[in-house]
């Protein structure tokens, strides 16, 4: 199974912990070059960056808070101008916070959709010129259960994921023709800072949901970022992978 990366440029937004940190590892274990973006943890998207230098790789990372209608383009221009293209792209960065619909202001909505939705959008547009020109590239973006299920309080949290399957599935079919895969990987409850600041004595009920009776690890998102980017998943597009222990089968 052909699952390396050699010669590729990855950008993985939100890239600095968790989730993000993890896909960016998996990324350069394959041998891809890496540009992290990070908002506030240079000290983690740094340490991400010195990882997949130790590998012999390039990695730089770029601060960017995506809740900036501008700093898309803006970070997507700095990868290009350094790296000069993009093959991988990962629309990993996202933010949960919690309030009923009825207590929700117009600000917490927007933001969501702002640093969920509407960055993978101007990501991927500034993108895909490069992907288009070379007949080559992969768009995973990551969407949440929640998109499927919902979450009480988290209204807006979901509504940004569920659009992401609007954006992932119509993409799919524009750029088929053209060899550029665009995905989606859902995980249900992962081991990071947004779901064990949620945690407080709700394990028993998040266990009964779980078939696999754990949260899910970083590292088992990463690996399946890493199997999308790769030749090995040419004929898949259109899809979602679902990483979720079982929590939820679709
Ligand atoms: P996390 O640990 O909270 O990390 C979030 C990442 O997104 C960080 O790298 C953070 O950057 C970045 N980020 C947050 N707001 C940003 C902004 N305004 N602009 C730019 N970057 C921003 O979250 P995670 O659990 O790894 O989640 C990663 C992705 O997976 C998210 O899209 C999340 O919705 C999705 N997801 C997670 C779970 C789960 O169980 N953990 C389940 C389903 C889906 P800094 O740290 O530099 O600020």
């Not at 891809?32 to 506030?40: D, G, K």
């Not at 293209?85 to 933010?95: I, T």
């Not at 949260?215 to 890493?226: C, F, H, K, N, T």
């Amino acid at each position: 199974m052909n699952t390396r990366l050699d010669g590729k440029v990855a950008l993985v937004t939100g890239g600095s912990r968790g989730i993000g940190r993890a896909c960016a590892l998996a990324l350069a274990a394959e041998g891809a070059t890496l540009a992290v973006q990070y908002r506030s943890d240079v000290d983690g998207a740094t340490e991400v960056v010195h990882a997949a230098r130790l590998l012999g790789l390039e990695a730089i990372a770029f601060q960017a808070d995506l809740a900036d209608p501008k700093a898309a383009d803006q970070l997507v221009g700095a990868v290009l101008t350094r790296f000069g293209r993009v093959d991988v792209l990962v629309n990993n960065a996202g933010e949960m916070t919690d309030a009923a619909v009825k207590d929700m202001p117009d600000a917490m909505w927007d933001q969501t959709m702002e640093v969920n939705l509407n960055s993978a959008f101007r990501c991927t547009r500034a993108c895909l010129p490069g992907m288009l020109e070379r007949r080559w590239g992969r768009i995973i973006n990551m969407t949440s259960q929640a998109a499927w299920t919902g979450s009480k309080d988290h209204a807006h949290y979901a509504a940004s994921k569920a659009g992401l399957l609007g954006l992932t599935y119509s993409l799919a079919k524009e750029v088929g023709p053209t060899g550029i895969t665009v995905n989606m990987v859902a995980p249900g409850r992962i081991a990071t800072e947004m779901v064990t600041s949620r945690m407080g004595g709700r394990e028993a009920e998040w266990m009964a949901q779980t078939p696999l009776k754990r949260l899910g690890e970083p590292e088992e998102i990463g690996s399946v970022v890493a199997f999308l980017a790769s030749e090995a998943a040419s004929y898949i597009t259109g899809a979602t992978l679902h990483v979720n222990g079982g929590m939820l089968m679709a």
